[in-house]
Each structure stands twice: as C-alpha cells, then as structure tokens.
C-alpha cells in the first residue's frame, strides 16, 4: 500500500483536475448555448433555399445549372474535414477523421486530396494524404462573409477542373450529447430525386428562372459550407461539455476511493503505533 504522503498528493493532484475539468465544462455550456442558438436560428432559411432552389429546378426541362451541375470523370476527388482546432472533446474530431480516411480509401487508385478546417483534422490526415492549406482561422471569426471567401476558393477548384468531386464532412449537432457525423456533396450538383409530381404554377418570373437558378446556386453553396461549420461549431462544444462532465464525475469518484484509501491507511499507522505503545509499556512492567 502507498504511504500516507503518496496517496495526499494524488488526492491533491485529481482535485486539482476535478477543478479543472469542471471550469471547462462550464465555459463549454456557456459557449454551447449561444453556437446552439445561432444553427437553430439558421437551418429554416438554409432548408427555403434549398427547397427554393429545388423546385425551380424541377420545373425546368434539360440541364440547368452550368458549370455547377457538370457530371465528370471521377479522377480528382477533395474531402472537405471539418474538425476542431483543440482536443478534449471526445471523439468528436476522430469521427470525422475515421470517415473521411473512409471515403478516400473508397476512391482506390484516384487522387484524393483534404481541404481541412480545424487543426485537429489536419494533424492527422496530412500524413496520410495531401492536406490543402491552412484553415484553422476561420473559428476566430465565424461569419457568412468569412466562409464565404472558403466557399470561392472550393468553386473555383472544381470549375477550373481542378477537382471532379468536393465532398463535406463534418458533425451534424443533434443535442449536447449526440453529434451524427455527415457527408453532403458540395460540388457537382446533384440531381433532384422526388416522386412528387411539380407542377410550374401560374407565375411571372423577372429575371428568366434559369437567371435566377444561377443566382441562387452560389449562395445555396455558401449556405450549404456555412451551415456545416456551424453545425461543427455547435457539436464541438457539446461534445466537450459532456466529455468535461463525465472526466469531472470520473474525478470525483477517484478523489472519493483516494480518501477512503488514505483514511484506511492512516487508522492502520495509528493502531500500529498505539499497539507498540502498548507493547513497549507491557515489556517494562514485566
């Protein structure tokens, strides 16, 4: 058994932890709450965009859409990881690492390259595969106008034919202790696919409906990216206020089993020596 100074300072040392594995799960509520708000208050305009967006397109007879919808050759495939900048916060970035090591082994013998959000992701899946830049900043200061300049810069790669697929993968946020991981494709386009039947409606449209498909798809993408990081955003802290709280419990319950050991350790220490008192007084009376 450890003596009685080993076991105070290990006491010492959880509730050291304890302490501060329970200020982050605080500061993580904090933050949680308001990332939860601001994904909240933005899917409805995100999912009317989308609807919008769809159902003009279902309207239209042939191909609509440009350069955005165009179906080619899948040789250059780039992962859009989105992880965290910092860690303790469960398994939240090894989700979305093991997922996207997953889809790129599903494209054997093309080129797959990761365009990485968040330090974390980066980290790891550079020494697997190409990781595009650096673009753990954008948590700094998460704003439309700052995703948006990401949203351009991923455009441009598949337009230019840089890229034949862009695909996203990042935690959906569901509540504070389940995030689901998701893939969406970003680029091409994909077709709608309904068994609705859509009918055109008696309405006058100003500009053409193919000006306005044009016009909608790059803010739809946009949205689309932001959407994601948001919901990344949220997740993140959800996760590591529950990870927070299960390593506070943990602690707690260690610190507890630590006293009980150091309480039984130090009455052992104290009938010891009572029981050499006595011993000691016994011997010099006889």
């Keep these: 058994m450890a003596n009685l100074k080993e076991i105070r300072n290990r006491i010492t040392s959880v509730s050291s932890t304890m302490q501060i594995t329970s200020a982050m799960k605080m500061v993580s509520a904090a933050k949680l709450k308001k990332a939860q708000d601001a994904i909240t208050a933005m899917r409805p305009y995100a999912e009317k965009l989308t609807e ?60 797959v390259d990761i365009f990485s959000i968040g330090k974390k992701g980066g980290d790891v899946l550079r020494k697997t595969n190409t990781v595009l830049g650096n673009h753990n900043a954008i948590y700094d200061n998460l704003t439309f106008d700052a995703v948006t300049e990401i949203a351009n810069e991923l455009t441009d790669k598949f337009i230019s034919g840089e890229y034949d697929k862009i695909e996203i993968v990042y935690n959906q946020f569901k509540n504070a202790a389940t995030q689901i991981v998701q893939t969406e494709q970003f680029l091409p386009l994909a077709p709608v696919k309904s068994d609705i039947p859509v009918t055109a409606g008696d309405y006058l449209f100003e500009p053409s409906k193919e000006e306005i498909i044009l016009t909608l798809i790059p803010k739809s993408l946009k949205t689309q990216l ?28 260690l610190r507890d089993q630590l006293k009980l050991t150091y309480n039984k350790a130090r009455q052992a220490a104290i009938t010891n020596a009572f029981l050499l008192i006595v011993g000691g007084a016994e011997a010099l009376k006889g």
């Design 226 to 253: 932001y959407k994601a990081i948001r919901d990344s955003f949220a997740s993140e802290h959800g996760a590591r206020m529950t990870a927070m709280h299960k390593a506070t419990d943990n602690a707690t319950e």
């Design 52 to 111: 919008l967006l769809q159902s003009l397109s279902a309207t239209m007879d042939g191909e609509v859409g440009g350069s955005y919808t165009a179906q080619r050759e899948i040789n250059k495939v780039l992962i859009v990881a989105v992880t965290s900048n910092r860690g303790l916060c469960g398994a939240f970035n090894t989700n979305v690492i093991k997922q996207a090591k997953s889809i790129a082994d599903s494209y054997a013998g093309k080129q």
